[in-house]
């Protein structure tokens, strides 16, 4: 009896001293705060002392504990709520003008009748054209709340003045799911970019749809997802689990455990499931890579997965500004934290991907190495799997240095091959949608010539790239692809670029090889 008193005492004075170290470093600031406004030389603003107070905390503490003003706390929650208020398209900058690239269906711009292909040159009466405007800027302009209204200037190839076009913004749906098709005749594939408020909806509409095309397999594309809301991973997973399975549990110093468990509703609990993730893969994404890979229920193809296991909770502070704080670790079913270290301060955290490259992480297998004591074993077959640093995929593939000529980067690091699509997609777009007319037809047929190359050189020079006789002579097969994929999404969807490049995915190509081969969907556990 007298060693529990003794204990519980230890406990409350513990505490008391916690409390009392809490209450004296917020009278601190509070006196720091007071003696400035009271005392210094000059007036000065407390609301933006207090903020880089708190910016300066938050840099001592884990790489994802951030301070956020309002304009960010905006900036990151409309991608993951599915939608925000606009006029509905898709743009480029060329050129210092604003490109349509797609007026999304339904939306405000194509009610009114503005087309793709069309240049906005003002936005009520402001000129954006020619002014060098950020493309932050110029979306500052055409958002606003549903219901405002908004009157772009269009420049219309054929028109010879511009024509004015009365908007009332609406509700702009924003997608999590990039593609979704039949691969051949029984495997499905599905790429989803983030984990969003609308990606449930999104993904049960493509798997029905996949599923009446004949799907007997399915390829989950997670590659460069770079996670989101945690409940739309729990979700995802408990598609592919038997009931009662844990998909994730988490768990902090403030934050006891809380687990979430699969439910009945499993759509495909049974099949063969691929899972395709890269460096760029991370949060969400590892949550269902790691439940499905700790239940031996898919294979996991491609490299090791960026290593976020940090739960954040987003706590507001009254003014529109918001905390958003690490709170609590996430575990896999297996026990794994994949949290990546962050010891060393958050501008080598950052660095981390280079360091990977930097060691040959990217290029072997072999050169990626984990301590006995990150070891863990999956629940069904007892694989050794690890924790402490991402997800380590069961089928490596090495990043491929070759895939781009120093051509193809230069093009695309200035900005000249995504100029040049537009200005082609622009100016044959009438004759191309008449040739093929669905992006089946497109895929199938279309073809990059080397004249259409030739075109593309000339703005590069005229662009003041200098190419070189050893560069146009390069392997120009990779270049040709990625100029189809590019004029393919410009006319119809960003679904239709990952058709295209599918080829080149060699994730990708891999899932389909060992899917394809009954020795080797053995050899890997697959049904």
């Known amino acids: 009896m007298k060693k529990v008193i003794v204990s519980v005492l230890t406990v409350l004075i513990s505490i008391s001293l916690t409390a009392q170290d809490f209450i004296l470093s917020a009278r601190k600031l509070q006196s720091a705060l007071y003696i400035f406004s009271e005392m210094y030389v000059d007036s000065i603003d407390s609301d933006k002392l207090a903020e880089e107070a708190v910016r300066a905390m938050v840099k001592q503490l884990d790489p994802h504990t951030e301070y956020m003003t309002r304009e960010e706390m905006k900036e990151m929650n409309e991608p993951l709520q599915g939608g925000f208020d606009g006029i509905g398209i898709s743009f480029n900058m060329m050129k210092d003008t604003l490109f349509i690239v797609e007026v999304i269906s339904g939306g405000p711009s194509e009610k009114v009748g503005l087309l793709a292909g069309d240049r906005i040159i003002k936005v009520d009466g402001e000129n954006i054209a020619g002014v060098k405007m950020s493309n932050k800027e110029v979306m500052?302009?055409?958002?606003?709340?549903?219901?405002?209204?908004?009157?772009?200037?269009?420049?219309?190839?054929?028109?010879a003045s511009l024509m004015d076009f009365r908007i009332t913004r609406d509700k702009i749906p924003l997608y999590s799911l990039d593609a979704s098709y039949m691969v051949d005749r029984q495997t499905g594939y599905i790429k989803i970019s983030r984990f969003g408020a609308t990606t449930m909806d999104e993904y049960h509409k493509a798997f029905a749809d996949l599923q009446k095309q004949g799907m007997k397999q399915l390829i989950l594309d997670l590659q460069s997802n770079g996670g989101g809301y945690m409940n739309t991973a729990i979700d995802l997973s408990d598609e592919f689990l038997g009931k009662g399975k844990c998909i994730v549990y988490t768990e902090g110093l403030h934050s006891p455990r809380q687990q979430a468990d699969a439910t009945e509703k499993g759509s495909f609990e049974r099949g063969n499931l691929v899972v395709l993730i890269?460096?760029?893969?991370?949060?969400?994404?590892?949550?269902?890579?790691?439940?499905?890979?700790?239940?031996?229920?898919?294979?996991?193809?491609?490299?090791?997965?960026?290593?976020?296991?940090?739960?954040?909770?987003?706590?507001?502070?009254?003014d529109g500004t918001a905390l958003k704080v690490t709170v609590s670790r996430y575990h896999t079913p297996s026990g794994r934290c994949i949290q990546k270290p962050y010891e060393d301060g958050k501008e080598a955290y950052g660095k981390d991907l280079i360091d990977r490259y930097n060691r040959g992480e990217m290029l072997s297998a072999d050169s990626i190495h984990f301590p006995d004591s990150l070891k863990y074993e999956t629940l069904l077959k007892g694989r050794t799997v690890y924790g402490g640093g991402g997800i380590m995929p069961d089928v490596f593939i090495p990043y491929d240095t070759t895939r781009f000529t120093q051509l193809h980067r230069q093009l695309i690091s200035k900005g000249i091959l995504n100029q040049f699509t537009l200005r082609y997609t622009d100016d044959h777009r009438q004759m191309l949608k008449e040739q093929y007319k669905t992006e089946d037809d497109f895929i199938r047929s279309f073809s990059v010539s080397d004249e259409v190359l030739e075109e593309l050189f000339r703005l590069a020079r005229q662009e003041n790239l200098d190419l070189s006789q050893e560069q146009l002579s390069s392997d120009m097969t990779v270049l040709k692809l990625q100029l189809k994929a590019y004029i393919a999404r410009d006319l119809y969807a960003t679904a239709a670029y990952y058709k295209v490049m599918s080829s080149e995915n060699e994730a990708l190509q891999e899932a389909l090889r060992i899917l394809s081969d009954k020795k080797l969907r053995k050899r890997y556990g697959l049904e």
């Open 140 to 159: 500052k302009r055409l958002k606003g709340p549903k219901g405002t209204k908004v009157t772009v200037s269009v420049q219309r190839r054929g028109q």
């Open 278 to 318: 890269d460096e760029y893969s991370a949060s969400s994404s590892e949550i269902v890579t790691g439940a499905i890979q700790d239940w031996d229920r898919g294979l996991v193809i491609g490299r090791r997965s960026f290593g976020k296991g940090l739960v954040q909770r987003v706590i507001p502070m009254g």
